[in-house]
């Protein structure tokens, strides 16, 4: 079975400053791993994602995520916050062999300030 | 592009009553999902279809129904609405052939109160 752990429910980070949002998983398969971004009111949406490709992966407003195998992570980073960045961030894994169901963590809530 | 619709956007039951929750793609997906969404809690997957006329438990099936009798439409049924199914339903869909798998698209959501 498949699992990722968010630590941190809430993140505060000051305008500019480094984005790191932590995702640590637990798969017994080669996983497949994401990001996805939610806003106030909204659906998900597929911030990036890792298949099996490159580790260092880049997704859309500057994001970007590194697969560490050795330290079963795949910590979320952006070099500069901006206030649009305010929203509640989920990782989620899937097998990618077989069978696939999509599991999510709990979110973490990034608040920017200026 | 539409990509995954759900209707209604927000809805309040009383307790007893029943309901269904509609999603449709037009991405020509075969894997459909609906998954609910409590504070603190993260989504947590309700059913799940892999094609037309196959669909299967996730974590949280107890009070629901689900059917898939075309690839676009996975509607869930809330049979006797109960006040612990208040949360916010999102439905997904996403492509898988073999180790193929675009990641989901999500639907807008539909926020529930059951009073």
């Given at each position: 079975?498949?699992?990722?752990?968010?630590?941190?429910?809430?993140v505060?980070?000051?305008?500019?400053a480094?984005?790191?949002?932590r995702?640590?998983?637990?798969?017994?398969v080669?996983?497949y791993?994401?990001?996805?971004?939610?806003?106030?009111?909204?659906?998900l949406?597929?911030?990036?994602k890792?298949t099996?490709?490159?580790?260092?992966?880049?997704?859309?407003?500057?994001?970007?995520?590194?697969?560490?195998?050795?330290?079963?992570s795949?910590?979320?980073?952006?070099p500069?916050?901006?206030?649009?960045d305010a929203?509640?961030?989920?990782?989620?894994?899937?097998?990618?062999?077989?069978?696939?169901k999509?599991v999510?963590?709990?979110?973490?809530?990034?608040?920017?300030?200026? | 592009?539409?990509g995954?619709?759900?209707t209604?956007?927000?809805?309040?039951?009383k307790?007893?009553?029943?309901?269904?929750?509609?999603c449709?793609?037009d991405?020509?997906?075969n894997?459909?999902?609906?998954?609910?969404?409590?504070?603190?809690?993260g989504?947590k997957?309700?059913?799940?279809?892999?094609?037309?006329g196959?669909?299967d438990?996730g974590?949280?099936p107890?009070?629901?129904?689900v059917?898939?009798?075309?690839?676009?439409?996975?509607?869930?049924r809330?049979?006797?609405?109960?006040?612990?199914?208040t949360?916010?339903y999102?439905?997904?869909?996403?492509?898988v052939?073999?180790a193929?798998?675009t990641?989901a698209?999500f639907?807008?959501?539909t926020?529930l109160?059951v009073?």
């Amino acid at each position: 079975a498949q699992s990722v752990t968010q630590l941190g429910s809430h993140v505060s980070v000051s305008e500019g400053a480094l984005v790191l949002l932590r995702c640590n998983y637990s798969s017994s398969v080669p996983p497949y791993l994401f990001w996805y971004v939610q806003y106030p009111n909204q659906g998900l949406q597929l911030l990036l994602k890792y298949t099996s490709a490159a580790t260092l992966v880049k997704g859309i407003n500057g994001f970007e995520a590194e697969f560490k195998k050795s330290e079963t992570s795949f910590h979320l980073t952006k070099p500069s916050a901006h206030m649009s960045d305010a929203a509640e961030y989920f990782c989620a894994v899937t097998r990618n062999t077989g069978f696939q169901k999509l599991v999510f963590g709990t979110g973490t809530r990034l608040l920017v300030s200026p | 592009n539409a990509g995954v619709t759900q209707t209604p956007k927000f809805r309040i039951l009383k307790i007893g009553q029943s309901m269904t929750l509609q999603c449709t793609q037009d991405m020509n997906h075969n894997y459909m999902y609906w998954y609910r969404q409590d504070p603190g809690m993260g989504l947590k997957l309700i059913y799940y279809s892999v094609g037309a006329g196959i669909t299967d438990k996730g974590e949280v099936p107890n009070g629901y129904n689900v059917s898939r009798s075309t690839t676009e439409d996975f509607p869930l049924r809330l049979e006797l609405a109960a006040p612990s199914q208040t949360s916010v339903y999102f439905c997904a869909s996403s492509y898988v052939v073999g180790a193929f798998n675009t990641e989901a698209f999500f639907g807008q959501g539909t926020r529930l109160t059951v009073v």
